[in-house]
């Protein structure tokens, strides 16, 4: 059963702006029941605050992680 042994999970592409009006595309992957509207916040959080401006924020693709390489509670 595919659910025993992997995680849901989303993966997203974040295109941003530094404070030096440098730009970027990064990505992330979050867990499948991680709400939309809260990508933002959580990609920001790991940024001094204030030091980048996001541009926009596109769904990729689903993906599944395997829990071997994660510590699940």
Known sequence: MIDINWLDAINYDIYFENECGN?????????FEFLERDIETYFCNHFKEGTIKI????????????????KIN
């Open 23 to 31: 730009t970027f595309l990064r990505n992330v992957i979050v867990p």
């Open 55 to 70: 541009i926009s924020i596109k769904k990729v693709n689903y993906v599944w992680l395997s829990k071997s390489h994660y």
